[in-house]
């Protein structure tokens, strides 16, 4: 792993492959790290050729953390939204889609294939907005376009995100992490509960950041919906959602799917919101099809 500049933060990162391949940029969601990317799913793309970046986004992981900015008021945000209003953030999801950038100048790397899971998804989205000459391809995972008038999350879901551990200590951290992924990890894909937990407690003590996961949280408030934007993207894009998730439903992915020209949806049985190393084995077999072709 290393740290590069980007966008006047330090982010950490990690590659895979050989760097004259083509670029896969795979983008984290809201509070996961670059390590909840399996290193088997990044090998098995790397193996075909590609060069694999993951890397942690501002405020979690190794990458800097912006706590001169504060904590968020999420009530006040959500009221705002709600409002039709648009809120006061530590930064918006535009400002993460230009690390991206950065981090792609600081590699040197002049085009790449986009993947992006839940708020990543969304990053990727801003990628293809902003950004389209940087973008071989597009690849959405359990995103969503922003559209205020998709289902919203089951009530279980919304209200373990709103949720936090009994404690900051270590081991009520990982049974919080835990309790998570009970209610809205893959029912179809799910982790060995042992090997869930030693995870957890790796990321845990790799570095523990609420402060960070609430302005992260806040940017994904904050966000205006991408509908208008959308149908304007010309990069070639695939788009994959679990038929059961539970925090974003896959109605998302549908209206994602059809707001981007020629835009091809994957609806996957048994795939709900984390991406546990069977999961990530299943998307590698539907991402790599759509690499190879847009080479």
Not at 50 to 71: A, P, W, Y
Not at 120 to 142: C, N, R, V, W
Not at 158 to 183: C, H, K, R, Y
Not at 200 to 210: A, D, E, G, L, M
Request: glycine residues 8%.
């Amino acid at each position: 792993m290393a740290k590069i500049i980007s966008n006047n933060l330090s982010l950490e990162y990690e590659t895979f492959g050989t760097p004259s391949d083509p670029a896969v940029i795979l983008i984290a969601g809201l509070g996961f790290q670059l390590v909840d990317w399996p290193a088997s799913f990044c090998e098995a793309i790397a193996a075909q050729n590609f060069h694999v970046i993951r890397f942690d986004n501002r405020d979690i992981g190794l990458s800097q953390k912006l706590d001169e900015k504060g904590l968020p008021d999420m009530a006040h945000i959500m009221q705002r939204v709600q409002a039709g209003e648009a809120p006061t953030v530590p930064y918006h999801l535009s400002d993460m889609a230009a690390d991206v950038a950065g981090l792609m100048d600081g590699l040197k790397i002049d085009t790449a294939h986009m993947v992006g899971m839940s708020m990543g998804g969304m990053i990727a989205q801003l990628m293809a907005i902003f950004y389209p000459e940087k973008l071989h391809s597009l690849t959405s995972i359990m995103s969503s376009s922003g559209n205020r008038h998709l289902p919203p999350s089951t009530p279980a879901a919304t209200s373990v995100l709103m949720s936090a551990p009994a404690s900051q200590s270590i081991d009520d951290v990982v049974e919080f992490g835990l309790e998570v992924n009970d209610v809205i990890g893959s029912p179809g894909y799910r982790w060995n509960r042992d090997a869930l937990k030693e995870h957890i407690r790796f990321c845990v003590t790799r570095s523990y950041s609420p402060a960070g996961y609430l302005r992260q949280y806040a940017a994904v408030m904050a966000s205006n919906p991408r509908v208008s934007e959308l149908p304007g993207v010309t990069a070639p894009t695939l788009v994959i959602h679990g038929k059961d998730d539970p925090l974003i439903p896959y109605a998302a992915g549908e209206d994602t799917a059809r707001l981007i020209p020629g835009a091809r949806l994957e609806l996957v049985d048994g795939m709900g919101h984390d991406l546990s190393p069977a999961l990530c084995e299943h998307l590698a077999g539907l991402l790599l099809p759509h690499l190879s072709a847009n080479r």
